[in-house]
Structures are given as C-alpha cells and as structure tokens.
C-alpha cells in the first residue's frame, strides 16, 4: 500500500518526529510507513485523515491504483 | 526504537520490575546458600517473595507491550514467536540429549535463558532493521 503521508507532512514542514508525536505513534513507525514497508491499523489510518483532513482514500491507495 | 511518552513510562516500570525480580532471585540463591542455609522457612519465605516479584514482573511487561505502538508491537509479536520457539524446540533437544548422554554433562535451565535471550535480542534487531 503506497501513501500521500511525506507530502502531507513537508506541506506542512513536520518532521517525522511531529507526526508521530500528532497520532502518538514512535518515528521510526511514520518512517516505515512512509517508506511503504508497513501499512497501519484502520484506527491509526484514521487519525491520519483527522489531523490532514482529507479522506482516507486520498492518503492511502493500493499499489496498483494510478 | 523511538518511544512515545506512555512507552518511556511503561519502559521505566518494566526495569525496575525486572531489577527486583533479579536482585529478589540473587537473594534467594545466595541467601540460601550462605546466610540462612538451615532455615527453611527463610528460604520458602523468600522464595514466595521471588515467586510473587516474578509475577509481578510479568504482568508490568503485558502492560508494556499494550503500550507499544502497533509496529511496535508487531515487532515485539515477531521477536516473542521465535523466541518461544527456541525456547521449546531447544530445551527438548537439550534435555534429551543430557537424558541420552550425547552431551556429558547436566542440562542446566541457565543455559536455555540464555538462548532465549540472545535469539530475542537478535530477533529484536532484525526485525527493527527489516523496518527502518
């Protein structure tokens, strides 16, 4: 699953350490999942689209969606 | 492995558990041997105490763990399964091989804490690696 997660944050000039901090996760979590090499829980998929208010589809789409 | 704030907490209750339930276990073995060596009832006291520690010890680690975030925890999951599994596959070899004197000398517990602990340190970093 690939995701929006590292232009979301650098829009908004975070690091990774501040997302984390947000949804209350380790850095080295945000790290794997933005690197794509973990995909998170629904409840944490959730907290991402509250704090970047945008649906969960526009964060996260699967590897074969364009 | 970075840690929010409840992990830091939860980290902090776990070494101290863990450093009491040690220091609890190196009084009853030394304890026993050396100071109250004809007291039984000392020694079953302060073993109840080990015992009690030891559970102690056990419940702060799931409360640990629940504190762990779900890499974390997955992790965690990932390091536990291979260590319990060294655990057994290893103690019956072990064992067996005391029972059928390939090996000569007496299993000792020590030995397979050790394996346990080492395949879990190992296990630990690879896993962490395998996400970074």
Redesign the interface.
Known sequence: MRNRLKVLRAERDWTQ?DL??AV??????I??IEKG??D??LP?AFKFSRLFDQTIEQIFFADDDE | ????V??KKSMSRLAIATAAWLLSTAVATFGSMLLWPDQQLVKILVLLLNLVLGGVMIEVNRRYVLAL????Q?IYLQASAISLGVAVIGGITYSLADTTNVIPFDAEISVLIMLVGITYLVSMIIA?R???
Do not use: I
């Open positions: 350490a984390a901090t209350d996760v380790s850095r080295q979590t790290n794997a090499k973990f998170p829980s944490l | 492995m970075n840690c929010t409840s992990t975030d779900e890499l974390q997955k962490t395998r996400y970074q």
